[in-house]
């Protein structure tokens, strides 16, 4: 199995009890495909491992049929040329954001961080997202005696403005990208960059030679105005897309922050405006203010949706 990022690519075996093996981080920017990371991946495991007949993979991409197109990377490939290509005789792939959503059950007290709101309503749809190098956004719904993966591309909305500040900040951003500015473009890795950039040409400041979004979280840490401004602006605007899902979804059993960049900000994002901005639906807070909303702080929670999919239960 392996989780397939625009940044990174995760991969493991799993034995036949359903037990994770060998797990392995490669970094997307040394391949030119995912089927040279998987390549790779397993000729570093031929030596003691029989090859694999099955595979799930979970791709930061819309699965809308044979043909995989990861938007944020410019990676393109056939499912079937992967299935032929490795001798699998079965290859399930899902959106990255879908095996979030199939883990989301089998999530443990332990795994988690409540952020505000109430209890958790017995089989009721759950939701995710996650700021990472993108927005993942998805759903888990109740169907029958099982449940049914909800799989969109909710990251690519337009971002919601709420303040004054928040519409200079999008109309900034919408003018610099062909006239959309995506909730992605501000809730993701390079959307940090994008909301310290603007912050610093709105306040009359150059905007900022390159920098990480590492680089504006520890500045944010250092006490740096700016990046703690900065900071405060993404889970404030994290908290109004949030609510905007569990309304949408109707996400009473909880909302579930997942992604690259939360989990490692778990007391920042406690102390901020995103549960406040998360109720601030006028006739709908008290609703809202039940809806209990955690910090997924689980490693790698996509891989035991995988292995859901993969049929370990």
């Known amino acids: 199995m392996a989780d397939i990022g625009a940044t990174t690519s995760r991969c493991a075996l799993v034995d036949d009890k359903g037990q994770e093996l060998a797990p392995e981080i490669f970094e997307n920017a040394d391949f030119n495909s995912i089927a040279g990371v998987l390549r790779v991946y397993l000729e570093h495991r031929r030596a003691s491992d029989r090859p694999p007949t099955r595979a799930a993979l979970a791709v930061a991409a819309p699965i809308t049929g044979d043909d995989v197109h990861m938007v944020n ?42 952020i505000g709101g109430g209890e958790s309503v017995w089989r009721s749809t759950l939701a995710a997202l996650g700021p990472g190098s993108g927005l993942g956004v998805s759903a888990l719904i109740p169907a029958g005696e099982g449940w049914a993966a909800m799989a969109g591309e909710g990251g690519h909305i337009s971002m919601p403005a709420v303040t004054h500040e928040e519409q200079d900040v999008v109309a900034t951003l919408r003018t610099r990208f062909d006239g959309h500015c995506s909730a992605e473009r501000v809730l993701s890795g390079p959307g940090l960059v994008n909301l310290y950039g603007t912050l610093a040409e709105l306040a009359g400041r150059s905007r900022p030679p390159a920098i990480a979004p590492e680089d504006v979280t520890n500045l944010a840490k250092q006490g740096d105005p700016l990046a703690r401004k900065t900071l405060a602006m993404f889970f404030a605007m994290l908290g109004t897309v949030a609510s905007n899902v569990a309304l949408m979804t109707g996400a009473r059993g909880g909302v579930y922050i997942a992604g690259g960049i939360v989990p490692r900000l778990v007391e920042q994002i406690g102390k901020s405006e995103f549960r406040q901005r998360f109720e601030a639906k006028g006739r709908y807070g008290q609703y809202l203010a039940a809806v209990p909303t955690f910090v997924i702080t689980a490693q790698l929670p996509a891989f035991r949706g995988l292995r859901y999919l993969l049929g370990y239960r």
């Open 73 to 114: 990377i410019g990676w393109r490939f056939s499912q079937e040329a992967l299935r032929r290509e490795f001798g699998l005789k079965r290859l399930q792939i899902v959106n990255d954001f879908a095996a979030v959503a199939w883990a989301l059950p089998l999530l443990t007290p332990s795994d988690v961080v409540q």
